[in-house]
T-cell receptor, first 113, second 113 residues
Framework: AQSVTQLGSHVSVSEGALVLLRCNYS??????LFWYVQYPNQGLQLLLK??????LVKGINGFEAEFKKSETSFHLTKPSAHMSDAAEYFC???????????FGTGTRLLVSP | DTAVSQTPKYLVTQMGNDKSIKCEQN?????MYWYKQDSKKFLKIMFS???????INETVPNRFSPKSPDKAHLNLHINSLELGDSAVYFC????????????FGDGTRLSIL
């Protein structure tokens, strides 16, 4: 069965600092991996996805993530945090043939001036 | 030009009542979903429909009944509401294949008094 673990329910950074949000997955077949962002009182917005091909994936708002099969990880990074990045971030895994996503428990990113 | 729209945005009602949430997507997608997000922000899939046909039912109580009149609409009817049903319910849609990202509505916050 698929599962996703997001380490750290809260991550605090200063504006301009590196953002690193961790995601590890479990899947019996090559996975599809997604990062979503949720701003207060809004739905989830896709940041980026990995399906096949290049393991370094670039997304919106300067975020990127690297698929590392050997580590079963898909960590999200951004070189320089902005105040507007403060939100809840969710990692999700999907599998071929199954039209459902399994989400991690989310990481709240706090950005201080 | 809203892609996935849900109504109502807020729903406050008493235990034992019956209520419905409506969802419409204008993206031309074949697959629609209902998710429940609890107070700890955990997201779990409830149902998935593909071309009006139920394909995923994740052991949701039968008080919850989804209905898809056409592939652009997926409504959720809840009978005999209980305190534990208080949550944010999200509708989502995607193209048929499991490597395609899901697009989310802004959610319906259901509060049971």
């Amino acid at each position: 069965a698929q599962s996703v673990t997001q380490l750290g329910s809260h991550v605090s950074v200063s504006e301009g600092a590196l953002v690193l949000l961790r995601c590890n997955y479990s899947s019996s077949v090559p996975p599809y991996l997604f990062w979503y962002v949720q701003y207060p009182n809004q739905g989830l917005q896709l940041l980026l996805k990995y399906t096949t091909g290049a393991t370094l994936v670039k997304g919106i708002n300067g975020f990127e993530a690297e698929f590392k099969k050997s580590e079963t990880s898909f960590h999200l990074t951004k070189p320089s945090a902005h105040m507007s990045d403060a939100a809840e971030y969710f990692c999700a895994v999907g599998e071929t043939g199954f039209q459902k996503l399994v989400f991690g428990t989310g990481t709240r990113l706090l950005v201080s001036p | 030009d809203t892609a996935v729209s849900q109504t109502p945005k807020y729903l406050v009602t008493q235990m034992g009542n019956d209520k419905s949430i409506k969802c419409e997507q204008n993206l031309g997608h074949d697959t629609m979903y209902w998710y429940k997000q609890d107070s700890k922000k955990f997201l779990k899939i409830m149902f998935s429909y593909n071309n009006k046909e139920l394909i995923i039912n994740e052991t949701v109580p039968n008080r919850f009944s989804p209905k898809s009149p056409d592939k652009a609409h997926l409504n959720l009817h809840i009978n005999s509401l209980e305190l534990g049903d208080s949550a944010v319910y999200f509708c989502a849609s995607s193209q048929e294949y499991s490597n395609q990202p899901q697009h989310f509505g802004d959610g319906t916050r259901l509060s049971i008094l």
